[in-house]
Nanobody
């Protein structure tokens, strides 16, 4: 079993920055792809960014490309989401997730991720 705990959310002004962290415990996650998703009120959960097991390959949604950066530190069992140039439309609960089995490709599909954190609220004021 894998447990994921997100932190780093909060309130930011438009144009500001936040860094989210997601720390895993339990079964090792260092050989698994991970992703960040977000869900705004009344909307479906949507893909934000994904990173492969060793951090060499990343993919970001068009809506955050150039502003957000996903990274990981396997020695700390932690994946990060650096969020810069925040916009009010980035307001959402942010979730990290991990795939149970090894995959050679990065996925943007919610259904391809097996374990999820509890989420952390990010609110961006205009």
């Amino acid at each position: 079993q894998v447990q994921l705990v997100e932190s780093g959310g909060g309130l930011a002004q438009a144009g500001g920055s936040l860094r989210l962290s997601c720390t895993a415990s339990g079964r090792t996650f260092s050989s698994r792809n991970m992703g960040w998703f977000r869900q705004a009120p009344g909307k479906e959960r949507e893909f934000v960014a994904a990173i492969n097991w060793n951090g060499v390959s990343t993919y970001h949604a068009d809506s955050v490309k150039g502003r957000f950066t996903i990274s990981r530190d396997n020695a700390k069992n932690t994946v990060y989401l650096q969020m810069n140039s925040l916009k009010p439309e980035d307001t959402a609960v942010y979730y990290c997730a991990v795939q149970q089995f090894y995959s050679s490709g990065l996925s943007t599909d919610v259904g391809q991720y097996d374990y999820w954190g509890q989420g952390t609220q990010v609110t961006v004021s205009s």
